[in-house]
């Protein structure tokens, strides 16, 4: 079969199509005929061997989406021609970018019908992380306000998503006025610019004067005194990216803030959750923005691109 594969770690100039093995399932794996797969910043990350090493040479990707080919010999939920989707693969065993690829059924689900390979593929690891980040961790209610910092990256954008299908309001943030305005279209009541010298007042603002019960925060030590200035008292602020501040002098007993750090390797099992992207796709209450798609021997133009880019496989 063709995979795309690093030798090196490097920029996207050391991505190449090379023909290999397909590989057999174990026992709990399924076999998936990959028909796209997405590139996260994560994969960009362990590609420029900024994520520690890996074997090499390795087949990067570390969600996609596809038919079932085979089953091992214990998986019952899962049979040939089922779609799928797959999120949270094992990047020292092989991953998406390739024509088929043997998946541990802990890392996929099914795909509602009508929902195309390449949201498919895009919504797993940053749907994963939304969801976990509001509903696990933060426990949103309807009513609740909730500011999304990055709303227009791959997580944020299902984050927004998430929390407006939840009823909360949301506030959140992009660097451009065409992603402000699709975040509006998205369920934000407020999109607002992250460049803004006055981003806590226009967020007070927007709450009435009332601030944030919740936060999802991508840049910890950019924002934290910000978040801190339009947080409410008892409020909480979830952390995806960056070290947890110095805390002496800043506000937290005064408010009574938790911070609360997520990393997404702590939950392997992902099909929890991808079994709640399924609904919320079947719902039309979220999907993914793809931003572009390249064909399976395009590597050169995997660029670090956001997370809603995809790469379409067996289907070109
Ligand atoms: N902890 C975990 O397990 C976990 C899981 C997934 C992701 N992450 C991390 O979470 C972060 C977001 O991931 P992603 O996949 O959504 O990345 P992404 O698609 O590249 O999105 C990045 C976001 O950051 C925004 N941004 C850029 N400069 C900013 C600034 N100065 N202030 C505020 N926002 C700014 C971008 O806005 P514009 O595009 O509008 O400029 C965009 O919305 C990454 O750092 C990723 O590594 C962590």
Redesign the pocket.
Known sequence: MRAVRYHDHGSADVLQVDEVDRPTPERDEVLVEIRAASV???DV?FRAGQYGDLPLPTIPGGDGAGLVAEVGADVEEFEPGDSVFISGMDRATGGTFAEYAAVPVAKIAHLPDDVAWTVGAAIG??GA?AWTALEELAGIQAGDRVLI????????HIAVQIAAHSGAEVIA????EA?RSQLRDLGATAALD??SDSLAEEILAATDGAGVETILD??LE??LDLDLEVVTEGGQIIS??GHIPETNGRPFYNKEVTIQP????NWPDRRPVLDRLARLLEQDAVTAVVAETYAFENTDALTRR???AALSGNSS
């Open positions: 996260n910043r994560v990350m690891n940053v992380t910092h990055g709303g227009s990256g791959g997580v944020g943030t992009a660097g451009t992603a992250y460049n991508h840049r950019e924002y995806t990216m997520l990393k997404m390797d956001s997370s809603l």
